[in-house]
């Protein structure tokens, strides 16, 4: 399985080869809450709407009080896409996905020169840094708690074996000129190592890379077991890819950055310091969640102390408008791929193919396509439903379905 793609760049001229993929706009747009309005009119639903809409990528190149940025938003936001981006049909992305994860490749480190995302470098000890100004994070909704870089991919090594590399997706919100808050979920392996370089009093060298290849995204939403501690989800986007993704070294912190990110955000996670996450806005939400609802804000979130910004020339700013099909796809295609391979392992030949729906927003509800041949497959059928639900935690629900079922398609499903 291969695409020509090495980056976010070549994943949008590949698009463009395709009607009805990708849209772009000069009309000027306020990423305070209207970028988000603008595009769930055009269709991907968001912002707590159900259920999810299937919309275009789209590219916003006028946005209000950042004349020199531009925003995209939904580039993940179509099963079909996804597929289009990662070199397979969609009816096989379970299944590809779930090779690339168990066949990892090991990313590279190349020179500064070789890195795209470092032509351009702000740092934070300049008197004119601004977090703020320099990039415009959107809000969206008016009850956010602030601004949030919602595709920002955290990466991460542990203070006691530089070894262990993590990279996952968090939310962040901008709190200052240099600061952001972060909420890492209990468990999650990046915090983690926040832990052990707080309980030794250290800070945590962290960079947020945004604007991505699309394979390093979807990579990047596994999760444990399937990828364990030590498991570096890089790798992921590299066996999609058939090559290694490349990183370079930060010009501000002693971790690495994706070499071929639009922007990326160096800075440290600062041991024995907590913010309320909607400490300038006090409107006791933080953004809207995946199964579409606004969360709460988190009254004690960790700080991350901006050292730099880097950015290629003529940045994207990479965004995800949720809860909508985006956020489904990115959820969804791990949690498939979790699921065959520990089906596939332990009854080989049973499951079919599995869907994460989006009425479950990627995590709350499987469907599982499987073969009977004879009477005992009826008590198989429940064993891969348990191991569907032992691989993946958030796993609520599982439909079983026969061959002759489209797992794609609830009337089908619902009417059998």
């Not at 968001?46 to 999810?52: A, D, E, F, H, S």
């Not at 989800?233 to 010009?251: C, D, F, I, K, N």
């Not at 935690?393 to 379905?401: A, F, G, T």
Request: hydrophobic share 40%; charged share 20%; with cysteine.
């Amino acid at each position: 399985m291969t695409a020509p793609i090495q980056d976010l760049r070549d994943a949008i001229a590949l698009l463009q080869q395709h009607d009805n993929q990708y849209l772009e706009t000069d009309h000027p747009v306020d990423p305070n809450a209207e970028l988000a309005g603008v595009y769930r009119h055009i269709g991907a639903g968001g912002t707590v709407k159900r259920p999810t809409r299937i919309g275009p990528a789209m590219m916003f190149n006028n946005i209000k009080g950042y004349p020199h940025s531009r925003i995209l938003v939904g580039m993940h936001a179509s099963r079909q896409r996804a597929a289009l981006l990662l070199g397979c049909e969609a009816s096989q992305l379970a299944l590809e996905v779930g090779k690339a994860v168990k066949k990892p490749v090991a990313p590279v480190v190349v020179p500064a020169s070789s890195a795209p995302c470092q032509e351009q470098i702000f740092l934070a000890d300049d008197p004119d840094f601004d977090l703020r100004t320099l990039l415009p994070a959107p809000t969206n909704t008016p009850i956010d708690a602030g601004p949030f870089f919602c595709l920002g991919l955290a990466l991460a090594s542990d203070p006691d074996d530089a070894s262990l590399t993590d990279v996952t997706i968090h939310r962040l919100c901008v709190q200052g000129r240099d600061e952001l808050s972060m909420f890492l979920a209990a468990g999650r392996h990046i915090e983690v190592f926040r832990q052990k370089a707080e309980a030794a009093g250290k800070p945590l060298p962290i960079t947020i890379n945004m604007g991505l290849d699309p394979a390093i995204y979807i990579g990047a939403c596994f999760e444990a077991p399937t990828t364990p501690f030590g498991y570096n989800e890089l790798g992921v986007a590299g066996a999609l890819r058939q090559r290694p993704v490349e990183l370079v070294q930060g010009v501000s912190v002693p971790e690495k950055a994706i070499a071929r990110a639009e922007i990326v955000i160096e800075g440290e996670l600062l041991p024995g310091v907590r913010v309320r996450e909607d400490q300038h806005t006090n409107s006791g939400h933080a953004m809207p969640e995946f199964p579409g609802y606004c969360g709460g804000a988190n009254p004690s979130l960790p700080v991350i102390k901006v050292k730099a910004v880097t950015m290629r020339n003529n940045a994207i700013l990479q965004t995800l408008v949720g809860p909508g099909e985006e956020h489904t796809t990115l959820a969804g295609l791990p949690t498939e791929a979790s699921i065959w391979n520990a089906v596939e392992a332990a009854i080989p030949g049973f499951l079919q193919n599995v869907y994460a729906h989006t009425a479950g927003g990627g995590k709350f509800l499987g469907i599982l396509q499987v073969k009977k041949r004879q009477p005992a497959d009826e008590g198989r059928q429940g064993q891969a439903a348990l191991l569907a639900l032992a691989t993946y935690s958030e796993l609520k629900n599982i439909i079983l379905v026969d061959e002759d079922v489209d797992i794609f398609d609830s009337d089908d499903i619902c009417g059998r």
